[in-house]
């Protein structure tokens, strides 16, 4: 009997598709020994939004999460995403930056990163998964599905095989949109199989219904690791239900370590969640339907919340097909850049921008302008040169490594913040999100004083939460 494990997503994407990633620490604290017990693969717990959300409405140290959840759950490795050289941002980094983080990470208690990046460029990975090995860590490369002109079976395998490499011990193929269908799985799957030679993990989303034939198919092709979320945080924009697959998987003959008391322990714990989410707003019921459009439009679950509120607020709902439809088009202007953070928000963006100007690129992003010089990394295809010579006039687009020209930071921010860092990770959070950091230390000096400042300035905002932007990874 082949063996599959199972990576639990509820305390990363499973919470970050359906709720924001708004789950403090206290609603999963007294479920994470049971969790610990369960006998997944891995629990997926850092990493994505989770980072950006503890410190901008949480209140919470995500370093000091991330310890809580290593002391309480020794005995199954924990997982992060990181975006590569832009880590938990959406611009790159340098990559002593880099590095620290990653040594910071694993030293703080994560056993295995998932590292990816938007345009699938591996020299936005290297300097991460070199930086995993060597401080101990699992790297899980990961290629980024998306379908295109340009991303061709063997595009894939190429890549597969930059990150063997690199060192890479597991390959994710990485489906953030839940458009891979069954057949392209299995394909993928078996050709990544034979070439590359390494465990293969999967991670898909239920957006578009089509996920659990997905993963099926990628067992059967050989895939060793699926991604699932305990029911009643599973279907929707999050992923597969983690039971269900259990169940279907061991009917099939397969060799599933999942304890189902333990499972069952932890589905009831996470439905007072679940129905906290839809009360307060941030589960929008819409979410957990099934939508098909993205096997038109290939957009991620989260891009379409955040159109509909970037059109809300710019009173042009009316414009909202228009829109979607500017998405695929964008999309191959720039080159086909898989749609994931931040390339997702760059393209959805600007989609909007060119149907509310009534004219394409009239009106640009300074994202948009920053991808075309380069500086996020290689396009996967050609991007359009009326486009560039539109935007950018005569400057040039660098083929170079963005990274190469950041100076080193890590040291002169330590510097620079001096007692106001009580930590290297403090300096390290500093880093990725400034202005959140600042006000996190400042909460954590006198956190009474803080709560009242900031419950003043939310009733006068009183923007809802729902319409929040969502990051799609
Ligand atoms: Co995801």
Not at 87 to 99: R, T
Request: glycine residues 6%; aromatic residues 8%; contains cysteine.
């Amino acid at each position: 009997m082949r063996k599959i494990g199972i990576t639990e997503t509820v305390l990363r994407d499973a919470q970050q598709s359906l709720i924001a990633t708004r789950m403090p620490y206290s609603d999963f604290e007294n479920i994470l020994s049971d969790i610990n017990k369960a006998g997944y693969y891995s629990i997926e717990c850092w990493g994505g939004a989770t980072f950006d959300t503890c410190l901008r409405y949480l209140n919470e140290d995500p370093w000091e999460r991330l310890r809580k959840i290593r002391k309480a759950c020794p005995d199954t490795k924990l997982q992060m995403l990181l975006r590569g050289q832009n880590l938990l941002g959406y611009k790159p980094y340098p990559d002593d930056v880099v590095e620290k983080f990653v040594e910071l990470a694993i030293k703080n208690g994560i056993d295995i990163l998932r590292i990816f990046d938007a345009l699938n460029d591996p020299r936005n990975l290297e300097v991460a998964v070199k930086a995993t090995k060597k401080f101990g860590g699992i790297a899980s490369g990961t290629i980024c599905f998306t379908i295109s002109p340009v991303h061709t079976l063997e595009k894939y395998v190429e890549l597969g095989n930059q990150l063997r490499d690199m060192g890479c011990d597991t390959i994710c193929i990485k489906d953030m949109s839940g458009i891979m269908g069954p057949q392209e799985a299995y394909d993928l799957v078996k050709a990544l199989k034979e070439n590359v030679k390494l465990p293969i993990a999967i991670h898909t989303h239920c957006t578009t219904g089509v996920a659990p034939l997905t993963l099926l198919k990628s067992i059967e092709a050989g895939a060793d690791i699926i991604d699932c979320a305990i029911s009643s945080m599973s279907g929707g924009t999050s992923q597969y239900s983690t039971e269900t697959m259990v169940y279907s998987l061991r009917q099939l003959g397969y060799d599933i370590d999942v304890d189902d008391a333990m499972t069952k322990k932890i589905a009831d714990h996470f439905v007072p969640v679940q129905k906290k989410g839809l009360e307060s707003g941030l589960l929008d019921p819409y979410v957990m339907g099934t939508k098909t459009d993205a096997l038109l439009y290939q957009v991620p679950g989260g891009m379409l919340s955040n159109l509909i509120a970037q059109l809300k607020q710019q009173n042009a709902l009316d414009k909202f097909d228009a829109a979607l439809a500017e998405i695929p088009a964008v999309k191959a202007d720039l080159g086909h850049p898989p749609l994931v953070t931040p390339t997702s928000q760059i393209c959805g963006v600007q989609a909007v921008m060119n149907v509310l100007a009534g004219e394409r690129y009239k009106l640009v992003s300074n994202e948009v302008r920053s991808y075309l010089r380069g500086e996020y990394g290689r396009a996967p295809g050609v991007v359009n040169p009326d486009v560039i010579k539109k935007v950018l006039g005569d400057v040039v687009p660098s083929t170079d490594r963005f990274a190469d020209r950041l100076a080193p930071a890590f040291e002169a921010t330590k510097k620079e913040l001096g007692a106001k860092a009580q930590s290297e990770e403090d300096v390290m959070s500093y880093l990725v999100f400034p202005q959140l950091a600042e006000k996190y230390f400042e909460y954590r000096k006198n956190p009474a004083a803080a709560e009242a400042a900031a419950k003043a300035e939310a009733e006068k905002k009183a923007v809802a939460v729902k319409y929040s932007v969502r990051r799609a990874d």
